[in-house]
C-alpha cells in the first residue's frame, strides 16, 4: 500500500465541468474575434470601393490619352456580350469598365419587372445621389428610357392606354420620371452594386459599376451624354 504522501486527490466532476465550461466560453469568444475581424475586413473594403481609395482614377486615363477635361464629345458604349462600358471622347477610346447587366438584353419595349437591359442609343436624363451606399451604391445616372418613341410604340401596340400614354407624355415635358404605374420598365441608368454584388447578371435592367468605378466616372460625364447600349 502506498503511503499518503504519494496519493494525489482526483479533480471532481464539478472542477472537470467547470474546466469544459471556460474552453468552451474561449472557442466561443475566438470564434467572435474571428467574426468580428472578418465583418471589418468587410467593411473596410467597401468603404474602399465606394470612395474609390484604390485603383487607377478616370483623370489619370484621360492624362495618359492626351485628353483634356471636360470631355468634349463623351459618348458611353455598352457591351452586354463582353460586359464592358467603354469610354470615349469622339473616337477616342479612353477606358473600359467592368460591368454587369439585367437577366436578358432586348431591343424596343420591355415590360415592366422583366429585369431586361434596352438596347439601343439613349441618353443620360438626369443624375442623382442617393444617401443609401449598401443598395446599388451612392451614384446613378438615369437614361431616358422609355423614349417617346419606344412610348409610341407602346402606344400603338396597345401596351399603354390613353390614360397612361398622356401622363406619360406630360411626364417627358417636364422632364420628370415616368409614373410608377407605367407599363414599360423604368427607371433605367447606370448604377452602383449592392452590399455584395451579385454577378453579371443581377439588375433589374440597369447597368451596374462597381461603386468606386460609379463615383470616379460621374462627375465627368454630363447630363445629356449618349450611351450605346449593344448586345
Known amino acids: ?133 449598401f443598395r446599388r451604391g451612392s451614384r446613378f445616372m438615369e437614361l431616358d428610357f422609355p423614349t417617346q418613341d419606344d412610348i409610341d410604340d407602346a402606344y400603338e401596340r396597345r401596351l399603354v392606354n390613353d390614360n397612361q400614354y398622356e401622363a406619360a407624355m406630360e411626364a417627358i415635358r417636364q422632364d420628370k420620371a415616368l409614373p410608377p404605374e407605367f407599363p414599360l420598365n423604368g427607371p433605367i441608368g447606370i448604377q452602383g452594386n449592392d452590399f455584395v454584388f451579385m454577378g453579371d447578371r443581377f439588375t433589374d435592367g440597369s447597368i451596374a459599376m462597381s461603386n468606386g468605378d460609379l463615383n470616379d466616372l460621374f462627375e465627368y460625364i454630363p447630363v445629356g451624354t449618349p450611351v450605346i447600349i449593344k448586345p
Open 1 to 133: 500500500m502506498r503511503p499518503n504522501s504519494v496519493w494525489r486527490a482526483l479533480p471532481s466532476d464539478s472542477a472537470r465541468c467547470e474546466t469544459s465550461i471556460s474552453m468552451k466560453k474561449l472557442k466561443n469568444f475566438a470564434k467572435f474575434l474571428s467574426f468580428l475581424a472578418v465583418l471589418g475586413a468587410v467593411f473596410v473594403g467597401l468603404f474602399l470601393q465606394e470612395w474609390g481609395l484604390f485603383g487607377s482614377s478616370f483623370r489619370d486615363a484621360c492624362l495618359e490619352k492626351g485628353i483634356r477635361l471636360p470631355l468634349e464629345e463623351p459618348k458611353l458604349v455598352v457591351s452586354v456580350k463582353n460586359k464592358t462600358l467603354s469610354v470615349f471622347d469622339g473616337d477616342v477610346l479612353i477606358t473600359r469598365y467592368d460591368i454587369a447587366t439585367g437577366k436578358n438584353a432586348v431591343p424596343g419595349l420591355i415590360k415592366k419587372d422583366s429585369d431586361s437591359t434596352p438596347l439601343g442609343e439613349y441618353r443620360i436624363r438626369r443624375k442623382a445621389i442617393r444617401e443609401n451606399v
